[in-house]
């Protein structure tokens, strides 16, 4: 059986298992996520704390209305939190509690 590893936020160091921090991501820090929606193609961009990367998409065109991000806000930054989560799994393992060796 694999041991769970105790991840740390990398903006407050908050400590937590995977589910954890990825929740905590979302509900913790909201302005790590923009919701676009003055623009034409509506998006949404989450931007790494630890370095410049950040990934934007954009949301389906058609279905991207205002009461379609204002319904589903939550769920969008789930998907922007995941994103955010794998990404420093991947570039910064170390900064936020995964040893060099795993």
Excluded: N, W
């Excluded at 936020?9 to 302005?31: F, V, W």
């Excluded at 009461?67 to 922007?80: G, K, M, P, S, Y």
């Amino acid at each position: 059986m694999e041991e769970v590893s105790i991840l740390h936020c990398p903006i407050c160091r908050e400590g937590s298992d995977y589910r954890g921090l990825h929740l905590h991501l979302k509900g913790g820090h909201p302005d790590m996520v923009t919701i676009a929606t003055d623009v034409p193609r509506r998006y949404f961009e989450v931007r790494c704390p630890l370095c410049p990367e950040s990934y934007r998409q954009t949301l389906k065109t058609g279905k991207a209305t205002i009461e379609f991000v204002e319904e589903f806000e939550d769920d969008i930054r789930l998907v922007a939190s995941d994103i955010l989560l794998q990404h420093l799994i991947g570039e910064h393992a170390e900064r936020i509690g995964i040893p060099a060796d795993r």
